[in-house]
C-alpha cells in the first residue's frame, strides 16, 4: 500500500502540503501546530503522507551530513523538502515528523506503525534505485552505513533496558525497521 501511495499520490499531497510557501521549508512551529498543515492532507492519507515525509527528509539530512560533496547535485535532482527553524534554517531531527503528530493525536499511532516497516523497506529500496540511476558515484551500502549508525537517528536498544516502553515508540519502531531493511539490502 505504502509503495502505490509513494508513487501515485504523495507528490499530490507533498503540494498540498506547501500550499502557500513559496519554498519547500517547514517546521518552525512544528512542535507546537503542526496540525494546520498536515490538515492540508486527507486524514485518511495522513499516516503514509507522515513516513514518505519522514523518509524523504531524512535521507535529503543524511545525504547533507555524511555525502555533502555531492549534496548540491542531489538536491538539485530531488528537491526533498527541509525541515527546519530560523533563519539561518537550522535543521530539526526527522523523528519530530513522526513523533509531534503522534503525540497530539492528529494521527493515529498504530497507522504509522503499521506502515512503518514497508516504508522503510520502500526508503530503502528508492534510494538505491536512485543512486544506481542518477549517482552511481555514492555506494548506497555506504550511504546506509552512514545513516543508521548516525547519532542523531540512530536509537540505542540500551534505552530499552532503562525503559522497556520506549520499544513500541514511533520513533524507535521506525529506526528498527530503518536499521533491518538496510540489512537485508
Same mark, same amino acid.
Given at each position: 500500500?505504502?509503495?502505490?501511495?509513494?508513487?501515485?499520490?504523495?507528490?499530490? $499531497?507533498?503540494?498540498?502540503?506547501?500550499? /502557500?510557501?513559496?519554498?519547500?521549508?517547514?517546521?518552525?512551529?512544528?512542535?507546537?501546530?503542526?496540525?494546520?498543515?498536515?490538515?492540508?492532507?486527507?486524514?485518511?492519507?495522513?499516516?503514509?503522507?507522515?513516513?514518505?515525509?519522514?523518509?524523504?527528509?531524512?535521507?535529503?539530512?543524511?545525504?547533507?551530513?555524511?555525502?555533502?560533496?555531492?549534496?548540491?547535485?542531489?538536491?538539485?535532482?530531488? #528537491?526533498?523538502?527541509?525541515?527546519?527553524? /530560523?533563519?539561518?534554517?537550522?535543521?530539526?531531527?526527522?523523528?519530530?515528523?513522526?513523533?509531534?503528530?503522534?503525540?497530539?493525536?492528529?494521527?493515529?499511532?498504530?497507522?504509522?506503525?503499521?506502515?512503518?516497516?514497508?516504508?522503510?523497506?520502500?526508503?530503502?529500496?528508492?534510494?538505491?534505485?536512485?543512486?544506481?540511476?542518477?549517482?552511481?558515484?555514492?555506494?548506497?551500502?555506504?550511504?546506509?552505513?552512514?545513516?543508521?549508525?548516525?547519532? $542523531?537517528?540512530?536509537?540505542? /536498544?540500551?534505552?530499552?533496558?532503562?525503559?522497556?516502553?520506549? #520499544?513500541?515508540?514511533?520513533?524507535?519502531?521506525?529506526? $528498527?525497521?530503518?536499521?533491518?531493511?538496510?540489512?537485508? #539490502?
Amino acid at each position: 500500500m505504502i509503495e502505490d501511495y509513494y508513487h501515485n499520490t504523495f507528490r499530490t $499531497d507533498i503540494a498540498a502540503f506547501f500550499r /502557500g510557501s513559496r519554498l519547500p521549508y517547514f517546521g518552525h512551529a512544528w512542535s507546537s501546530n503542526c496540525r494546520d498543515q498536515i490538515n492540508k492532507v486527507t486524514a485518511d492519507n495522513r499516516p503514509a503522507f507522515l513516513v514518505c515525509l519522514y523518509s524523504t527528509v531524512l535521507v535529503d539530512q543524511a545525504m547533507h551530513a555524511h555525502f555533502r560533496q555531492h549534496y548540491r547535485e542531489f538536491s538539485d535532482l530531488t #528537491k526533498y523538502p527541509k525541515f527546519c527553524h /530560523g533563519l539561518g534554517q537550522f535543521h530539526h531531527n526527522p523523528r519530530a515528523i513522526l513523533s509531534v503528530p503522534v503525540d497530539q493525536g492528529i494521527v493515529a499511532t498504530q497507522d504509522v506503525k503499521d506502515l512503518l516497516p514497508a516504508g522503510m523497506a520502500l526508503l530503502v529500496d528508492e534510494v538505491v534505485d536512485f543512486f544506481k540511476k542518477h549517482m552511481p558515484q555514492i555506494d548506497p551500502s555506504d550511504f546506509f552505513s552512514a545513516l543508521v549508525f548516525d547519532p $542523531d537517528v540512530q536509537v540505542l /536498544g540500551i534505552l530499552s533496558l532503562i525503559n522497556p516502553e520506549i #520499544k513500541n515508540d514511533v520513533v524507535c519502531i521506525a529506526y $528498527d525497521a530503518l536499521y533491518e531493511a538496510a540489512e537485508r #539490502k
